[in-house]
Every structure is written in C-alpha cells, then in structure tokens.
C-alpha cells in the first residue's frame, strides 16, 4: 500500500516507481558494480568473503558474520549476488531459481550484501520483499532487516538528505512488508534529535500528520497514557527544557488542522506549569532584589511586560484544557483539570485553583491531600476567607499528622501574603488543638509579628503569643522592651 502524497505535492510515491525511489536507494547511472568474483569456478573461500562484506555497526550483523566464518558457502549463493548485481532479471525470478540452493543463512547475508553502503540498498527490500511472500522471514531475519532499515535512516539523517527522503524510505518500507510502525517513525525524531536538527524533525512529524500516517500505519489518537509522534516531540523539546517552544509547538499544530494527539496536550500542559513555575521563581528574587535595595523598583511599562506574559500562560493554559477537555473522554478532564490546578497554584490564583481543584474531584479524580494543602496556602495568601473556610471543613476529622501539615501550610501561606496577624492565630489554633508547629514556622510567625509592632505600634498579639508558647514549654524566657521617644523612656518586661 503506497504512502499517499502531501496536499499540495505532485511527487507520488510507488514500489514500481524507480526514479522515485530515495536517494539512498538509488544506484548512480555512472557507476557500475561488479561482484566479488569473475566465474563460478574461481569461488572464493569464506574467509575471502567476509573480507569483502564491510563490517556493520549492529550486533545481530556481527553474529551473523562470525557464524557465516564457520560455514562454507555454496555456489548457489554466490551466482544470486552475480545476478543480482546485473539487474538484468527481477529479483524474485533469480531467487525463485536458485532457493534450492540457499540456506537461510545465505539469504540472510545476501540481504547483508546489498545493505551496505555503496551496494544497490533498494536489492536488499527486493529480497526482503520476495522472502516475505515465500513466507521465509523468521523472527531473526526480520530483527536483521529492522536493523539494515535503522543504519539507512540514519545515513539519510546524518548526510544533507531531504526530509521527502527519510518519509520516502518508511514507504518503501512499508511496501515490501516491513511495517514502519510508531516505534520506527519515533526513531526518526530522536535521530533528528541526537543530531541537532530540530527543525527537521518538526517538519517530519508534520509530514507525517499532513499524510495521515506512514504506510499502512496510520496516526491514531488514544488515551492520554497512549504516547503518539506529537507528544513525543513535545516531550523532546520539555526535556530539553523549552517550555514555550513546546507548547507553542501543539498551539500551532491545532491551528493547521494537523490534529495532534490527546497525549501532547497534556505533555504541553505539564510544560506550561514547569514555565510558570519558573517564572514564578524569577519574580520572587526580583521582588527580594527591589526590597534589599539591589535594583531599582520597576517602571510601568516592566510591570506591563511581568502582566502581559502571566496573561499568556494562563491564556495558553486554558486554550490547552479546553482542546483536551472538547477531544478527550471524561478518563482525561481529571488530569486536565490537575494540570490547570497546578498552573493556577504557582500563579498565585487561588480562587481559579479552588476550582479546579472542586472539578477535578467532581470528575473522578480524587485529588491527593498535598493538592488540597497547595490550594489552601494560595488563597491564605490572598486572604481568600470562603476559600479558606470550604477547604478547612473536615479538617478535625483528619489524623493529627494531616491536620498539622494542612494547618502548617495555612499559616505559611498567611505569612507569604504579609498577613502576620492571621499566620498568629493559626499558630495559637494549632496549639489549642494539642499540635506542635514547627520550630521554623514559630519562628516566622513572631518575626513577622514584630514587624507588625513597628507598622501599627501594637504589641498585644506578640505578647499573647509569647506567653502561650513559653506556658507550652515552646519558648524560654524572653525580654520585652518599648522605647517612648517622646519621654525617652525605655519600658522592659522578663515574660
């Protein structure tokens, strides 16, 4: 079954076809090749032979080879590369004559023969093709084969071949019976990849999805566990640590109508969170580096440039979900609406994380208490109280250690919003209810609250808290002090 061209190419593709066949297959009109003898009398031994065979980098070619050293060849092997070579006769004629007299070892070096560089390649599909028919491809012949196809791939990938040339190959492939599957087509875009050609192996992929598939083997979409060629070239590029050039990658496939598959939105989606939480990670020393003074603080239109690219991953974000979401069966929203959650979470939208976090749940996917604990520290954050109150309702019926960790991040996410006086009853909550924070987190929560004495001039919080932390054995003895500028008059307290 012939690989149906490109819209928009007049090249067709045909077994039949030799002028059309890719370059690497090609024999150039000037150059003759003669075999490796003159006569049938004059047979060369076994170790002339495999002198004459150049060796291949592949495993099975040198077991292959070190077994043939063992053997002597018959003179019915070495009449099919003379007749071969003449390409006076079609290949099946020739081996239909002479298969009495050749063992499938023979066969197997006679595809050897012709797989090597310099050799007319398109001989070796021939008689790879007549086998298939004789019904004489056992498991190690087509292991060998799959191996020959690997080394041209990665000659065409390796010289200045055309991408048409690499798509050409996997049809021929597919016309003599060696079927290019997903595994061999994925092969393609890590060659490209291991060589630095990114480009190209974009443009093959897109090839590919234009035609619908390679061969007989077309492009299917599964579930979102079921990789395909998009979402492994998205993988790539996520890999590789470029996360916009990944998603952008999808975004554009979708609006030419390629289709990608359901798995390389998800992939593109992971990728936008791993952006946007280096993004997030990049505005937080920024703000450290305006607060100590290191730089100046932004102009108006920096602002508008932070505004404008946080716009652009949320936008994305949601362009994204919203293909899964239309494309997908209900087993995908769940981990569609995981990835939003977790988008809206290092963007610091805890509201837009609530939801998602109440849809995921609604879909099927029970989210894990960590998510829950992520969303509740985002909208202390904000002093979301609604927020706050629906994801803390149950939580006394959780075991002391979850509840600890949940109102941990309570109070962590109060201090990451400035709300020193809200870290300090969460702490004080905590403490009532028999949990012991954290030395760390209690002392945030006082460092924090002795900033609020210099803002408000209010000391009580922080004394409050001291005492209840030094009746829990929490604190040691501590000296307070207040400074009245007015009457230069300091006031000190042991507590």
């Known amino acids: ?19 059309q066949r890719p370059l690497l297959l090609r024999r150039p009109p000037h150059q003759q090749f003669y075999p490796p003898f003159a006569h049938p009398n004059s047979v060369p031994n076994s170790r002339f032979w495999s002198s004459r065979i150049k060796p291949l980098e592949s495993v099975r070619f040198d077991r292959l080879l070190i077994r ?17 070579e003449r390409m006076v006769r079609d290949p099946s004629d020739v081996l239909g004559e002479l298969v009495e007299r050749l ?49 041209w791939m990665e000659r065409l990938i390796g010289g200045e071949h055309e991408v048409g040339d690499v798509v050409a190959l996997l049809n021929e492939m597919d016309c003599v019976g060696l079927d290019p599957g997903f595994s061999m087509v994925e092969k393609v875009v890590s060659l490209y990849w291991e060589k630095g050609k990114k480009n190209e192996a974009v443009a093959f992929v897109k090839d590919v999805l234009r035609r619908g598939g390679v061969g007989s083997s077309k492009i299917e979409d599964g579930g979102v566990g079921d990789r395909g060629l998009v979402g492994y070239l998205v993988w ?39 952006e946007q939480k280096e993004f997030s990670k990049a505005l937080r020393k920024l703000k450290a580096s305006i607060k100590t003074g290191a730089i100046d603080k932004l102009d108006v239109e920096n602002l508008s440039s932070i505004e404008k690219y946080q716009s652009v991953l949320i936008s994305n974000g949601i362009l994204l979900s919203n293909w899964a979401l239309q494309e997908g069966s209900s087993m995908v929203s769940g981990v569609v609406h995981e ?5 809206y979470t290092c963007a610091g939208l805890g509201l837009e994380a609530e939801q998602q976090l109440w849809l995921m749940k609604l879909s099927g996917k029970e989210p894990d208490r960590e998510l829950y604990d992520a969303v509740l520290a985002t909208c202390a954050s904000q002093k979301e109280t609604g927020a706050v109150n629906r994801l803390l309702a149950g939580a006394e019926a959780m075991s002391a250690g979850f509840r600890k960790k949940t109102f941990s991040w309570l109070l962590r996410g109060y201090l990451k919003g400035g709300y020193n006086l809200d870290a300090s009853e969460t702490l004080i909550r905590m403490l009532e209810l028999g949990l012991c924070p954290d030395y760390l987190d209690r002392v945030a929560v006082l460092q924090g609250l002795r900033k609020s004495i210099q803002e408000s001039g209010n000391i009580e919080p922080y004394i409050k808290l001291c005492k209840l932390l030094s009746d829990k054995g929490l604190l040691g003895p501590c000296l307070l002090y207040l400074y009245i500028s007015k009457y230069k008059l300091w006031i000190l307290k042991m507590l």
């Open 1 to 19: 079954m012939a690989l149906s061209p490109p819209i928009g190419t007049p090249l067709s593709f045909s077994s039949s076809a030799l002028s």
């Open 68 to 84: 043939h050293a063992e053997e002597e060849m018959g003179e019915g092997f070495f009449e099919a590369i003379e007749e071969l």
């Open 103 to 151: 063992s499938a070892r023979e066969l197997q070096l006679v595809l050897v023969y012709f797989a090597q560089d310099g050799r007319d390649s398109y001989c070796a599909l021939e008689v790879f093709d007549w086998l298939r028919k004789e019904n004489r491809v056992d498991a190690e012949t087509m292991e060998l084969m799959v191996s020959i196809a690997c080394g």
């Open 236 to 274: 790539k590029m996520m890999v590789d640590g470029n996360y916009l050039e990944a998603v952008q990658l999808v975004i554009d496939f979708k609006e030419n109508q390629l289709k990608p598959e359901l798995y390389s939105y998800v992939i593109a989606l992971t990728a936008l969170v791993k």
């Open 339 to 343: 990835r939003l959650l977790s988008l």
